[in-house]
Every structure is written in structure tokens, then in C-alpha cells.
């Protein structure tokens, strides 16, 4: 089952995403989490807590789940 996280801009960073899906506490902690998981955007690895994550985006994590990026509209 996918969780849906909504985001109320265009774009978010994968360290943002990180913590809206409650993933991590703070944004510090998303390079060590990025560095200790795989975490798949679209269906390639990614590890940059930069990159940028726009609706309809899927992130796929062992372990946790699948997400899918939404509008609040």
C-alpha cells in the first residue's frame, strides 16, 4: 500500500521528504539515513538529500514502504 505524503509547493528536497513522512526527527539526520538505507526515486537509486522530488514522484525505501509525493489541493 502506498502512503501518500502531501506537499503544499511544487518541489521538495528528498531530506525535506524525509521528514515529512516522519522517516527522521530532524533534517541533520537525513545524510546518515540516506547513507544506512536504499532509497529508490522513481525506480533508480538516489542518495542526495537534494534532490528534488515534485508530485506524482514515488519513493520506494526497504524496509519502510512506497511513497508517493501529492498535492494538498
Avoid at 521528504?17 to 532509497?39: H, N, P, T
Wanted: overall charge negative; proline content about 0%.
Amino acid at each position: 500500500m502506498e502512503k501518500k505524503i502531501k506537499i503544499n509547493s511544487e518541489i521538495i528536497t528528498l531530506g525535506q521528504f524525509l521528514k515529512l513522512a516522519d522517516l527522521i526527527q530532524s533534517g541533520g539526520m537525513a545524510k546518515w539515513f540516506l547513507s544506512e538505507y536504499e532509497v529508490y526515486v522513481n525506480g533508480e537509486q538516489d542518495q542526495r538529500r537534494g534532490r528534488k522530488l515534485t508530485i506524482g514522484d514515488k519513493i520506494e525505501i526497504d524496509g519502510f514502504g512506497v511513497f508517493e509525493i501529492s498535492s494538498e489541493a
